[in-house]
């Protein structure tokens, strides 16, 4: 099959979705079929020069300068060109200029749409419109979900929990849960001493592990609040922070707060061929909270590596720690989330244990078998009527106009 994708975010801006479309990319062409991403332009900021990859001319968006807003003009502009591509079906990844310019550029190459609902906006749009009430943007996002997801012939969503979410907001699209997988030859190796020497840290210091997009959606300050807390116990404790984004002044100011300066590293984004495996194998618990994964790839990352996961379970993360023998699931409480911590950090014996499951866990989540199943949904879609299902009309691409 050949399959146009959209996006409003690709490499390099790294975060959970970038790296499901790349996973997902590399497995498709490993299965012998081509496709083709729109995608921002991130001029300045190192993006590959691939012919696969259309980018598109694009500007900062306000509140999260690290994102890119794509002119939806252009990429309707593109129609004729890629009319001659013998695409089969369009994917969206995104619910913005993506989704708008997406649909309207698929009627007019008269192939269906599959869109992924990646990110749990009911829980994510508040953080960057907060001069609004949280109900209105909770409201705002279910209405926004509800129409978006109407327009598409097929759904693919990475848990179970977050198809439950959409099923309540009344969405009865066709769905697929359908979780990125992860390619394990990527996630062996790194040195954790290594990392520990190039940043002047102890190789008997307790070392925990943060990797993640800082973002306030993240929940990052409840882990620095537990790690506050650690610290009764586990003096010496510090938290290595991997990862950059528009949180990062915030989390900063909030380390400093509840006096944790000298037990905070903050490292920023890091290679993912190289210093990333590092970091995560430097750790003696990798330590997760967000309460609005639609998965939590950082954690399968962790767990490939070898690395003693403590995590809440919540949303996606749930099927993910689901019966994870190299994991600690842990309350959803500051104390109860820090006791969790002190007991994998003072128990050799049990970071151990958890270490050495902890591979096998992530065996069942191959980027292999993950992109098959999206494999086997495109064709269906593909064989099913067109676009006649879709109560959309072409004014709704028009929206994208705005964007330009």
């Known amino acids: 099959m050949r399959i146009l994708m959209v996006s409003d975010v ?26 083709v991403l729109i995608a921002p332009d991130y001029s300045g900021c190192g993006a590959a020069d691939d012919p696969s990859v259309i980018r598109i001319a694009s500007r900062p968006v306000p509140r999260d300068p690290e994102d890119r807003l794509m002119s939806a003009r252009r990429i309707r502009a593109l129609a004729p060109v890629l009319a001659a591509g013998g695409f089969d079906l369009l994917h969206v990844h995104t619910p913005f200029v993506a ?14 749409v ?89 190789p008997d210091r307790p ?68 210093a990333l495996l590092d970091c995560y194998r430097a750790g003696d618990a990798f330590v997760f909270a967000s309460r609005t994964e639609t998965q939590g790839l950082v954690l399968l990352e962790a767990l490939a590596l070898g690395v003693p996961v403590v995590s809440t379970a919540v949303m996606g993360t749930a099927d993910v720690l689901r019966g ?8 959803d409480d500051r104390a109860g989330f820090a006791g969790a911590i002190v007991g994998v950090l003072k128990d050799p014996a049990l970071r151990a244990r958890l270490a050495a499951a902890a591979p096998g866990d992530a065996a069942a989540w191959t980027a292999h078998a993950m992109a098959e199943r999206l494999v086997a949904l495109y064709r269906s879609v593909a064989a099913a009527e067109p676009a006649a299902s879709y109560s959309g009309g072409e004014s709704h691409g028009e929206l994208a106009g705005h964007a330009d």
């Open 324 to 331: 994870a023998a190299g994991a600690v699931i842990a309350p």
């Open 99 to 112: 989704h708008y310019a997406g649909i309207a550029l698929a009627r007019r190459l008269h192939v269906p």
């Open 114 to 202: 599959v869109e992924t609902y990646h990110t749990f906006f009911e829980e994510y749009l508040h953080h960057y419109v907060p001069v609004v009430p949280r109900a209105a943007t909770r409201w705002l996002a279910r209405r926004l979900s509800l129409s978006q997801c109407r327009e598409v012939a097929a759904l693919v969503v990475p848990s179970a929990q977050m198809l439950a979410t959409l099923r309540g907001y009344g969405i009865t699209t066709r769905a697929e849960v359908l979780p990125t997988g992860i390619d394990p030859d990527r996630f062996r190796g790194g040195d954790g001493s290594r990392f520990r020497q190039a940043y002047g840290i102890a």
């Open 207 to 274: 070392l925990l592990v943060h990797i993640s997009r800082i973002a306030h959606e993240k929940n990052i300050d409840f882990v620095l609040e537990a790690v506050s807390l650690v610290r009764r116990d586990v003096p010496e404790v510090l938290l290595a922070i991997a990862g950059e984004g528009p949180a990062l002044a915030h989390v900063r100011r909030r380390a400093a707060q509840l006096g944790l300066s000298s037990h905070v590293l903050f490292v920023g984004y890091l290679a993912r061929e190289g």
């Open 10 to 35: 690709s490499f390099p801006r790294v975060n959970g979705v970038s790296t499901s479309i790349e996973t997902f990319r590399r497995s498709l062409a490993e299965l012998g079929h081509d496709s």
